[in-house]
């Protein structure tokens, strides 16, 4: 660990980072087109996966969800970020979307990632990394849709 104020180098690997910035967004998009809650997620080396509490007979189909999220890609919608207070985030917890893990809150202020015009696409609290428009995330497929329980179904996309 270097002493504070000591000169530190960092060689940041960009192809991976920037990877990591087009999966995150990209799972930003499936929220937007799954209206299920969060149970969990992770970004893939070849694109990401999110788990949605998601009842047996409302699970999507792999077609169609390919088919709106290449749309959502394709239209180059830009990607913002802005501040709310954490009075606004507390008076307005439908933009959480995951069951378990919650904003963090306490410093006064909680950035928002929107996606769209004013975040029509999609509003949510996320401290991530992201690329300025969707365009960047490039066409992707579903790759699998798995039960993980009696409602948890798993959602893995990948880059084409």
């Known amino acids: 660990m270097p002493d504070p104020g000591s000169d530190v180098e960092l060689a940041l690997d960009w192809a991976i980072r920037y990877r990591n910035m087009r999966a995150h967004t990209l799972m930003h998009l499936l929220c937007a087109t799954v209206p299920f809650p969060v149970t969990g997620g992770a970004i893939t080396e070849d694109g990401g996966r999110i788990d949605f509490d998601i009842p047996k007979d409302q699970v999507p189909d792999k077609a169609e969800l390919t088919e709106k999220i290449n749309a ?18 507390e008076a307005n ?13 306490g410093t006064g202020r909680v950035r928002l990632v929107a996606i769209g015009p004013d975040g029509s696409v999609d509003l949510q609290p996320c401290g991530g990394t992201h690329v300025r428009s969707t365009g960047e995330i490039g066409p992707i497929i579903v790759a699998g849709i798995e039960s993980k329980g009696k409602q948890n179904r798993r959602i893995r996309l990948a880059f084409a």
């Open 93 to 105: 917890q439908n933009l959480i979307r995951t069951m378990s893990v919650k904003p963090p809150m």
């Open 72 to 89: 959502l890609i394709a239209a180059d919608h830009p990607v913002s970020f802005r501040w709310i207070s954490d009075a606004e985030m």
